[in-house]
């Protein structure tokens, strides 16, 4: 652990990343594989590796008191030593310097890391805690409880401690990225690309792999500004899972790759029927289903395939996230919790199916053998209504059972901004957040947020606002006035300073109205572009809020669009700066 903490040292102070690399690489390479391997773990500031669902369960309290009683100070000493360091790591390495212990050899390290994992309740931790920082040396305490709070500070990722195992063992990073990926190992990934086999590293079912991530954008037009063919999506607001699928087995992991599935114990039913081992990727939502009558008969009767059809065809809708917050890390989740706050597996994209990695098929195909899942289930389904439904594929819910489905969540293809807007106002309608906009030619990348994945979000807050001036709209909106620029007040209420722009939101109706009204109060005409009297109110809602000097207020406005026309209120009565300066401010906390 001597070599190891030494080691840390000198890659905090080297400056470039190609110098970290080069030290770690170094460092592995001078150490037996068993070493280096539990090493790589412990240079990602990890002390288990990612699939391994091992935890300390050792809180910042636990670990104080015992640096303290090592060290032998009071709690204001070892508050001011913090107050110099910022990092009880690097507060341990300096209390600790007239207590030096005999040291510790790396494996003991991460034996003891376990032992401390498998003991049950704090005092029982505290104590292992204890005899190992009693035995390391200064420089070796640091680290070790790095590592247990989870960051080394050294200027190291994960990613990094790839590209020194691709030097230290002559592979390719492409080689070592995709078998840490398929792994979830880096330990095991390191060792073997010491044996020269990260060709031989496989998907393991049950070890989640990396989850790809999302970009924002600020406008419609930018969502579709990266790619040829997009798919759109609902994004649902929820939590993100991985459903691993064999044998009849069902699991769920978070993005963090921890287990979820005790949370959720309605769900492996829906999705236990699968014909096939498969992994998904989808959302744990919190779901509103459609009354079940059970009296579908009756309903046949009535008006014969129409109204069955309907209720078919509705598989519910999502609730807010507040609801599936009160679901979030429980152990034992009791039937009134079950009946009143039930959960749905909205799934988006499969990554293993009939056999193999589905990862670097594009989208599109992707898509294609998740429809057939989805059909495959359905046609496995039996008689129950539901199931009928499409893109329902698994429904379980026994007589008198909380109800619990995987749903395929639907994909929207766009033409234009504006169909894309239209489909982000219908995306909230439906009670989600937004909209998911996804390259149809791009293959699955675990872990990585790139810009084939980009997100359009719920608006963070949202101002009262006049508008200033208007222009014709594009599209469906050619030869209406349909997009407006708005104003706040500056501090002193004299003066309207334009914050930003928006064009969508309101009815074809109120278009037409307002249309009219702008032309007849226009300031001045500047051909597209007409200034108005300010005496329009708009309520508009944004994601996010930058500085910029786009516009006379200092701000921005992203993603803005209109939620509603304020008849209601005098423009007087418009939002000032300083609750735009306020928004602002607590976006960036
Ligand atoms: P964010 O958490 O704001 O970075 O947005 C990305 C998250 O949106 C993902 O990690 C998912 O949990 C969630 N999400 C909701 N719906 C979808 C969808 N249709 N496709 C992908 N991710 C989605």
């Keep these: 652990m001597k070599d190891f903490a030494r080691a840390c040292e000198a890659i905090a102070a080297a400056t470039k990343k190609l110098q970290k690399t080069a030290i770690v690489a170094e460092y592995l390479k001078s150490r037996a594989v068993e070493e280096a391997a539990v090493s790589a773990v412990f240079l ?82 505290a104590v292992l805690v204890r005899e190992l920082l009693a035995q390391a040396t200064p420089l070796e305490a640091k680290y070790i409880i790095k590592i247990m709070t989870g960051d080394l500070r050294i200027g190291l990722k994960e990613s990094l401690v790839e590209e020194a195992i691709g030097k230290a063992y002559a592979a390719t990073l492409g080689e070592v990225q995709r078998a840490n990926m398929l792994l979830g190992d880096i330990g095991e990934t390191l060792r073997l690309a010491a044996e020269g086999k990260l ?42 899972a991985q459903a691993h699928v064999s044998d009849g087995e069902v699991k769920f992991f978070s993005r963090t790759r921890d287990e979820i599935t005790e949370s959720f114990p309605e769900l492996p039913g829906a999705l236990a029927g699968l014909p096939q081992d498969a992994i998904l990727d989808g959302e744990i939502v919190a779901w509103e289903y459609p009354p079940d009558t059970g009296d579908t008969q009756q309903i046949v009767d009535e008006r014969p395939g129409l109204v069955s059809e309907q209720k078919a065809m509705d598989p519910g809708h999502a609730r807010p996230f507040s609801v599936l917050q009160q ?33 670097d098929l594009p989208l599109r195909e992707r898509a294609r053998i998740l429809d057939e899942l989805v059909a495959e289930r359905i046609h496995q389904g039996g008689t129950e209504s539901r199931r009928k439904s499409q893109g329902d594929f698994g429904f379980d819910a026994g007589a008198g059972a909380a109800p619990a489905a995987a749903i395929r969540a639907p994909v929207f293809r766009v033409k234009s901004a504006e169909d894309l807007d239209e489909l982000f106002v219908a995306a909230q309608a439906r009670g989600n957040e937004g909209l998911m906009i996804k390259d149809l030619d791009s293959p699955y990348l675990p872990g990585k947020r790139g810009k084939s994945w980009l997100k359009m979000k719920r608006e963070l807050a ?46 074809d109706a109120e278009i ?41 207020s200092g701000y921005a406005l992203r993603f803005s669009r209109i939620v509603r026309l304020r008849r209601d209120k005098l423009p007087e009565e418009a939002d000032t700066i300083e609750t735009a300066q306020k928004i602002f401010e607590k976006q960036s906390q």
């Design 44 to 125: 990602s500031g990890k002390p288990f590796p990612a699939w391994e669902e091992t935890t300390l369960q050792v809180g910042g309290t636990l670990l104080w008191r015992v640096v303290a009683e090592l060290a032998g100070k009071s709690d204001a000493e070892l508050t001011a030593a913090y107050r110099r360091h910022g990092d009880l790591g690097a507060v341990a390495g300096d209390v600790l310097e007239q207590r030096a212990g005999q040291g510790l050899k790396i494996l003991e390290v991460s034996k003891a890391f376990h032992d401390i994992a498998a003991a049950r309740g704090s005092a029982a931790k």
């Design 199 to 240: 060709a031989e590293a496989k998907m393991r079912m049950f070890h989640p792999l990396g989850f790809m991530l999302a970009s924002p954008i600020d406008s419609a037009e930018e969502g579709l500004s990266y790619f040829a063919e997009a798919a759109v999506e609902d994004k649902y607001d929820g939590i993100r």
């Design 512 to 552: 037409t109205e307002m249309t009219q009204w702008f032309l007849e109060h226009t300031i001045e005409d500047q051909g597209f572009r007409r200034v108005v009297e300010p005496r329009i109110v708009l309520e508009v809602a944004f994601n996010n809020m930058m500085r910029s000097d786009r516009h006379e």
């Design 327 to 359: 679901r979030l890390g429980r152990k034992k989740v009791s039937e009134t919790m079950l009946r009143g706050n039930p959960v749905a597996y909205v799934a988006f994209d499969v990554l293993y199916a009939n056999g193999e990695l589905l990862i």
């Design 462 to 507: 949202t101002l009262d606002v006049v508008v200033t001036a208007v222009e014709y709209g594009h599209g469906r909106r050619i030869g209406v006035l349909s997009d407006y620029t708005f104003a706040v007040w500056d501090t002193n209420k004299d003066r309207l300073v334009n914050i930003g722009k928006a064009y969508s939101g309101l009815t």
